[in-house]
Structure formats: C-alpha cells, structure tokens
C-alpha cells in the first residue's frame, strides 16, 4: 500500500505547479507597501504597469486551466469585497508548495484535504478572540491619537482634512435647507473669485452652527473636521421588480448590500480626546497609509453624515459614489465634487456652455440608444427570415429614418439632456449635438437610479415607450471647474458636471498627470471605500499588522505538537474505512506543520515587503521570537493583543506611517480577510483533487489493474 501511494504520488502535479509559478509574481504585492510591477507584451514590446493582484492576473496570458481557475477565484473576491486578492494570491501559492511538500512526503491525498479544510476552520474559529466592535475600535483610535507623542500633529489632521470641492457649499446648503428659509450662505463660494485665490476648501459643514468645526492646518487652508456618531446597526430587504421589457425599474436594482444603514446620534455627540468625530480614524486605519484616498473618502462621509443629520440616521452608500479620472491635471486637484462628472467631446462642452444655468429636462435611457439595440429576453418571430430589418424606402440612406423619427421624439418632448446606459448611436449623437441636445453613454445603473429620484423621470427602454410622465425636471448641468475656480480642458475630453438639487450622488474626482498612475489612483480608492463599507457592515474588524495571522501560526503549531490520538469511529465513518481514518491521524502533524510553514512564509514576506525585515531570515526570526513569547505567557491571544496595543507586535523602523513618531494601528476586515483565505484553500484543494483523477506515468496500466485501486477511494 506505501509503495502504491509512492507512486501515485510520484507523478508531477502540474497544476499545483502552475499556481505556485502564478503566485510567486504576485509577491511583492502583498503588505501595506507594494512594490509596482511592469507586464511586458513580448509581440509588441508595450508594458503595463500594475500594482494590484487583479491587474496582474487580468494583465498575464493565462492558457492554463489553473490559471482560469485562479482568474476567477480572484475575479469573484474583486466583485465580492474589493479587497483581500493580495492575499488570496499569496496563500493559493504558499499552500500549493505545502501540498506539493506533504506529496512528497507521500502523505495521501484525502489525508491533505482533511487536514486542511479542519486546520482552516480551527484557525477561524480561534482568530474570533481577535475581533474588535466597531465603537471599541474608534474609542482606541480616538484615544492613542491624543497621547503627547503620537501621530496627533500629521495622521489626526490626514483624517479630518476635507477635499471636497468649493461647488459643494451652495448645492449642499440647498439641499438640506427648506426654499424659504434663510440660507446662511458661506463667504466662500466657487463663484467668488476673491475667495478662490485664497486657495480655501468649502465643506458643507461650515457655517451651520452644528458640530463642525474648521481646522487650519500649516499650509493655511481652511478644512473641516468630520462629524461623528455613535453606530447601531440596522437594515432592510425588500424585493422588488428590477427588469421590464417595456420599463425598467431601476431603483429596485440597488442592491442593500451596497448600503450600510447606521442609526446615529450625531447632535448630541461629543468630541473624542483628539477632537476627532466618527469615522475619521477607522478609515485612516483600514487605508494602509493611502493618505488620498482617505481625505476624499472622508470628505464623501462628511457630506453623508451631514445629510443624514437631518433624517435621523446615517447610510453609508457606496452607490451614490462615483469617479471621474482626469488625466494632465496634478494630484494635487483630486476633489469631491456634488452630483456626476464625466468627460464629453469638445462638441458636448459646447452644448453643456449654452445650458449653463439652465433647468434642464432629462431623459433616462436603460440600454443603448441605437436602432439595432433589444432588450434581454426579446424573442424574434418563429418561422420568419429576416432579408431587412429596417427598409429605407423614403429616405436617401439606410437609418435615417430611425434617426429622423429618435429626434422628433426628443424635439416634441423638449429634452434637453439623455443619459444612456449603454451606447450611442455616433449619427445620432452629431444630430443631437446640433440641435443643442446633450447625449451622454455609458453611464451606470447607480447613476440613473440617483437621477430617477430626485428628477421623477422614469427610465425607458426604447424611446418609443416615451411618455410626459417619463421626463424629468430641474437637472443642471455646466463644466467642472477644479478647487481654484477655474474650469479645466483637457484638450479631446472636458469634464462637465451635471447636478439636481437633492440629489445624493457625489463624484471622487481623480487626477494625476501620469498615464500609468491613473488605474492604480482608482482602484486605491474603491479599494479602502469597499473597505469601510464592509468594516460597517460587519460592525467588527480584525487587529491588523500581522496579529490575526501570527495567531493562526502559533495556533497551527500548538495543534501540530500535540500527541497522536487513535482514530474515533466518526473520523472512520468520514473516511469510509479504518485505513483511511488512520491515515489522516498519521499524517495530521506532517500536513498542520507545511500549513504552519505557510503562515510563516506569509508574515516574512509582509514583513520585507513593508521594510520592517532585511531580509527573510531576519523576518522569520522576528516571528519565532513573537512565537516562543506568546508561547511562553500561556495564553498567546492574551499576548497578541497587548503587543498590538502597545504597537510592538512585529514593529520595525518603517513603514506607512513611520514618519508620523509612532505606527498607526491597523484593522483588516473580518468577512473579506476569512473568505479570501477559504478561496485561496478551496481552490489548490480543488487543484489537487482534480490532478489526483489524472493517472500519468509509465505505471499507469500496471497500477489500474493491480489490486490496490480496490483498496482505497479515488478522488
């Protein structure tokens, strides 16, 4: 039996193999400070620089079934969380190399399966000690930023800095305010140019007497600190019609799960001992040091929070933010900006001038805006050949009648500005253009969803459907001028942006003036947003920095230094026979040690990544000194904890935040941490087992027709 084992597992496992080569390039992804990577087309010689684990795997020429497999193990946990593919990448390689090391100790297969899928799960549940609530963690942030010599002086200020756009103070006091109220309109406006050379930045915060406040940091600009509030969790599903083939309910396509719902006291919320309200910290502290990201993220939760001031509750919504990336302009201009920007051709700048200060009305469009385009489930008449579709027979040239007949439509209806979903049909967009009205494509369900609302325009599938009802009002539209008041041409595209007083959308206006920096600014972004999304959704985070993993290793160890016990008659009810129960037994140490070895591998790797180690012996020393000191105290959560407090748990001279006097403390989400892991082990499981079923080798008869196979189950 040994010898048959031998030599099923002598056979070369190429998919393990694959997938330990894919997740080597990926290595200096992991950890708070990544290193980029350039992915060079050989036929072209063009290169792309990537800084994430999905632009690499998206970037590579994947022919391989375990690289597919790998493509959408990554794609799933991107459109899932947004966040954890780092890791997932790393663990899908460290695990293949400990499979590949238990095989070639021979342990058997389904002893790997079991042994892991359990040592996994043991980990899970003991890393829930390390879960921290929401309210303790801002308590704790809030507190060690208002020690004499912490990050108070630059990280505090990182947090509660404003980006938000100067357009924001006037669209904003109009929409909380009643019409016939007095409106206490800020000295700063982004009409006032006097105010404009200034260099200020007008939150939406100032000038009501509430609990914001300004701050002046050294650069004398005006922000304003973020307010705050206590979190209780709530929310609500509701099924509702999302699709018709003649009207498409667009508002039932939001999705809860893209809002987080929090009940919050904000009037009578006192500041903490930093002086810092809400959420400042926690975001500051899921970023990884991303300081940009982080200002207009908190900017956007400032304008949320305020808002939702006055209706009793807070809702965090991921589906009212949207980006706008403008290449050519210095970093330096990233804003938030109220409503949507986007980019439009010279000719649309020129129709966007001529409406400026305008109410507008505003179609919405759920599909393409062409003649060929039909629905999803439109089914052609049965037993009919189609010769021509669309004959033209009174006009000089095929379409023009559709043409003709989309712009008496628009005409008769007095729209002025289109929003379409998918793509636009060029003719008519040059038809619509000089009959001065605006066509803009391919603009999101979220974004038509925000404009259904506040405009009551009903979206409709073809325009044939059109109806006065469908039409909405008061849209307003005029180029996006940057925080310095003055609007921006970027030569083919300009960015306009277009605002409906009420509405909740806010746009993150992204800019740098490096081509290659554009992908990484906004996934950076979207990034710690879907980071803070899910923290509040979950309503705990993890300790950050290496505690939960150094948990999980010292864990691993304990549970692998224990003495054999005999198998029960569960483990050989489980394994179908007495052989095969003993055989997980025998093996448990061996395959708990190579999974022990991985998370070894993983914290030396974060380690040098983050330039807290020189190299990776250094580093894995660090980790057996943490080890035998948990070891050693008795309870090695215990000592987890107080070391992440105290911020000596695998500390070292650098790092994200080592320029501010002491390292911030870090959280990681629990639900996107935990689902990575178990993706990264399904997956090389799935990789073995399906390797397992392929017999190769010059043996391969001999061993099928001998009496072994009966012996044991094939996978």
Known sequence: LPMAFRDLNARRHIGLQQLSSLAFTGRTLLGPMKSCKFIVDESTNQSTLIYSAVRLIESLDLTCAAGQLLNETIQAQNKEFKTGMSTLLFLVGAWSNA?????QQNVPISAIVSVMSEGLNSCCERIQCLQISLHDANKELCSSSARPNAFKSKACQIACDSLLNPQISLCFQKDIFAPEEAIPINSCSHQEDDCNSNGCLVSPLTGFGSIASLVKPAGGKSTAVISGSGIIASSSN????????YFSTLQGSRSS???????????????????????????????????????????IVAYQQERAE???SFQFNVTGIVTCCLL????SYSCVSPGFVTLVSPEQATV??????KPLRILLVDGDLTEQYRHLGFNRPCNVRTILEHPSLWEGRAGDLWLSSTLDILISFEVNLVLVKGNVCENLMERCIANRILVIGSVTRDVLCAFGEVTSAQPVTYLTQLNASCVGNGAQVELWKACDGRAMDLGELIPVRIEVRGIPLLTAVLTTAVASKMQLIEDQFWTLVYRLHHALNDKKVFLGGGAVELLCLSHIQMLAEQPLQPANKNAVKEFHGPWLAASATEYKSVVLQALA???????????????????ELEA????????????????????ILGEFRTGDLLRGGSGPFADHGEDLRVYDNVTAKTEAWRRALDLVLLVLQTDAEIITGPKRNQLLNSQVPSEFMFL
Do not use: I
Request: proline share 4%; with cysteine; aromatic share 8%.
């Open 99 to 103: 499979v590949l090391e238990c095989l």
């Open 238 to 245: 509701k099924p509702k019609l999302t699709h018709s083939r």
């Open 257 to 299: 799960s893209q809002q987080s719902n929090f009940q919050g006291y904000l009037s009578g919320q006192s500041a903490g001992p930093c002086g810092c309200y809400g959420l400042g910290h926690l975001a500051m502290a899921l970023s990884r040091g991303n300081q940009t990201s982080v200002k207009l993220l908190q900017s």
């Open 310 to 312: 006055y209706r009793g």
């Open 328 to 331: 050519g302009l210095p970093e």
């Open 352 to 357: 966007t001038k001529y409406f400026e200060d």
């Open 597 to 615: 070895s991985s998370w070894k591998q993983y914290l030396s790797v974060v380690m040098c990544n983050s330039a807290k180690a020189a190299s």
């Open 620 to 639: 894995c020393a660090s980790v057996d000194h943490h080890l035998k000191k948990a070891a050693d105290s008795g309870s090695p959560s215990a000592y």
